[in-house]
């Protein structure tokens, strides 16, 4: 029996120790084995991780050379421009001094470059202010007068000078009472005139011209006969003793043609005198010529007529006109500009 039961127990324990191996224990193995090849896997990636950390890590350390490299670089430029604005500095504090240098020189430059520019300038305007008044008071000639005068004040205009001030303020009341002056306009009433002188030669002249008084012969056949040929002259010359016409009372004075063209020659010449009075600028003699040519008019010529009324209207129209308008008197600007040049003077 013994036997029996050791039997059974060695039968056993080889059957524990041999083929019969546990499940749990293949499951274990696998679990383990399969974390082993996780953690393996982890690792792995854990370690590229780590690789890729210290890539970024070096390249942050490159960077951060880079940037210590370039902050050193802009310090030494910061350092570099602060002191040339340090010495930009101190060189604009000169400049005031500079400046103020700068003006005097220029100052004196000026005064030397614009005091033979002010004394030419001052006797232009003289001269011109001059020429203005002696056209003026010589020749009454309005427009060459203001034409000078505005010259002048042009000049005067050209340089800084305060000393003419004055001068030009009474220029500007010159020029304005010249301006306001109402100048005829000679030409046309010189073409004018000259247009009635060449009208007089055919004006009609009251009174019968002698040409005119005598009878008109009436052109007539002659006769064939000699015997009536003398009857005919003898009836024509027993006509001519008698001879009646109906005259007008104011023309029934008999004129010959020197008495008309002398008629119209005076008249022509009282024309003439008005035509050179206007070109005198005489007012006096103007209307005179004017008045005594349209009294000529009126007395020997037929008034009756459209040519001698129109001459007597357009001699009417001439006479209102002023040729010679009161004119201002100028000159106290060119005074005034001869003090300030005297003033000016090196003498004075």
Known sequence: MSTEIESLTTDLSTRRTGSGVSPML???????LLLAVYAHWRFGQFDERIDRVRAQVGEL????????SQVGTLGTRLDESNAQLRGQVRSLREVPVQMNELGQNLAELRARTETPQRAW????????LELGARRLRLEHDVPTAIAAMESADARLATVADPAVAEVRAQLARELASLRAVNVPDLPAVLARLTALEVLTARLPVLGVPIASARRAERPADEPAGRLDRVGQRIAQAW???FSYRRVDPATTRLLTTEEMSLRRQHLELLLFAARIAAMQED???YQQSLQAADAWLEQFFDGNEPEVAAARAEIG???ALDIDPARPEVGA???LLQR???AGSPQS
């Open 61 to 68: 350390r490159a960077g951060q050379d880079r940037l210590a």
């Open 121 to 128: 300038v001052r006797a232009e305007a003289l001269y011109l």
């Open 26 to 32: 293949f499951a274990f193995a696998g679990l383990a």
């Open 283 to 285: 007012e006096a003699a």
């Open 333 to 335: 600007a060119a005074q």
């Open 239 to 241: 006509r001519d003793l």
């Open 317 to 319: 129209a001439l006479g």
């Open 340 to 342: 300030v040049i005297r």
